[in-house]
């Protein structure tokens, strides 16, 4: 147990609708990763369902984080993903400045599709960079990705040299890594673009195209591609790595006509994190 990588998972948690915790505990776990699970919030469904029941956790996070202190427990990864309530954010810096040694991710959970989620306030998207000041990766979407940066949506495809200036500009926010996802470029397609600051490496991973996207993406690429850099991953094979992975589930998921809603079918796909990967290609930026 001792070569096992544990890490501290602030995500919430929806009952229905593969997302956040539910999705996020098993792709972690198939490759060999203890997830330890502070639920931010616990809702009967995702919010994309438009009608759920939602119970804010906030006071659940001080004392545990007490508690994991006073229990002497060590983490080698804090991640962090939807928050319930501003406050939150305070609590998510307190784990992270707790474990100072750990490899700090911030998926910046905010909104998708250009618009920000309904229980994202104009507060907490604002304090949203707080957190990614002091991550080592964040892998915000490409509605995220301007929300951080003070931008306005973009409606058309971005150049190569404009998505490299989003990706400088959000790594000048303090992170060592960033990956945007679902950012269309104008050479075709939609890709996934990544910026190692401490290289001034660019590196771009086309995606195959499929007309449909579902809840739980982000947080399936997120997982794996923190996985595999706490696994000793370049970031080039870590984004290829978590492409292929998410791809393969978006697939399957559509082949079979489920609904958006219910998020990716990948319980029969988790077997490939654990054997030999067919990665797709990945090219600098």
Request: net charge negative; hydrophobic share 40%; aromatic share 10%.
């Amino acid at each position: 147990m001792n070569g096992i990588k544990k890490v501290l998972a602030i995500h919430d948690i929806s009952g229905i609708g593969r997302c956040s915790l539910t999705v996020i505990i098993p792709v972690l776990s198939a490759m060999g990763i203890q997830v330890c699970p502070i639920p931010t919030a616990v809702l009967s469904a995702h919010t994309g369902y438009g009608d759920f029941v939602m119970r804010d956790l906030t006071d659940f996070m001080p004392p545990a984080l007490d508690h994991y202190k006073k229990l002497g427990t060590k983490f080698d990864c804090v991640y962090s993903g939807f928050l319930a309530s501003d406050a939150q954010i305070d609590h998510c810096l307190d784990f992270f400045a707790s474990y100072p040694d750990a490899l700090k991710v911030v998926d910046p959970v905010m909104g998708d599709d250009g618009k920000a989620y309904a229980t994202y306030t104009k507060e907490l998207c604002s304090r949203m960079s707080e957190l990614v000041a002091v991550a080592d990766i964040i892998t915000p979407n490409l509605t995220e990705a301007a929300i951080l940066l003070g931008e306005e949506y973009p409606t058309a495809p971005l150049r190569n040299s404009d998505a490299k200036s989003w990706l400088v500009r959000l790594a000048e926010k303090g992170a060592n890594i960033v990956v945007i996802t679902s950012c269309p470029l104008v050479d075709g397609g939609m890709s996934t673009i990544g910026y190692d600051k401490r290289t001034s490496s660019f590196w771009k991973i086309k995606n195959d195209y499929v007309p449909m996207s579902y809840s739980g993406s982000g947080d399936m690429f997120a997982s794996v591609l923190t996985g595999g850099i706490l696994k000793g991953d370049s970031l080039p094979i870590a984004m290829n790595r978590a492409t292929s992975f998410t791809e393969l589930a978006v697939k399957n998921t559509y082949s079979y006509g489920t609904p958006w809603t219910d998020g990716l079918m990948f319980e029969d796909q988790l077997t490939w994190l654990t054997g030999y990967q067919e990665l797709s290609g990945f090219t600098d930026l």
